[in-house]
């Protein structure tokens, strides 16, 4: 028995106190990564809500100046959940020699993250080429 004790006498082992602190340094790193991993893919998904809603307004802008009227417009285009209103506003300009033309600015007013009550604004000022 005196030869066991003096075996493990030269062992050393963990105490209990350095396998709860390093439990609780590693629950923290987990902690930590978990909540990264949450706020990165929230942070894609308003990318992504971001992208859709500006590429929408961009194809609006596209068939305004391809000679579509604000109602066809509407009709035209996949209704989007984000978007909260689209308006188009129509007036004229003259440019030089290119005379007096048509001009619209279209605003779109989004929503990026359904959870939040916060609505993004984007304004696209669009000049429609005539044949005239």
Do not use: C
């Not at 991993?37 to 590429?55: C, F, G, H, K, V």
């Amino acid at each position: 028995m005196k030869r066991i004790a003096q075996r493990n006498r030269g062992r050393r082992g963990y105490t209990i106190i350095e396998i709860l602190i390093a439990s609780a340094v590693l629950s923290l790193g987990a902690a930590a990564a978990a909540s990264l991993a949450m706020t990165s893919t929230r942070q894609e998904d308003m990318n992504w809500r971001i992208a859709l809603s500006l590429n929408w307004h961009e194809s609006a802008a596209t068939l305004y100046r391809l000679g579509h009227s604000p109602s066809e417009i509407l009709d035209i285009l996949p209704p989007n959940p984000d978007v909260q209103t689209h308006t188009i506003t129509e007036s004229a300009t003259t440019i030089g020699a290119l005379g007096s033309l048509p001009v619209a600015t279209s605003q779109l007013v989004f929503r990026s993250d359904p959870n939040l009550a916060e609505d993004r604004t984007h304004q696209i000022l669009t000049v429609r080429l005539t044949n005239e």
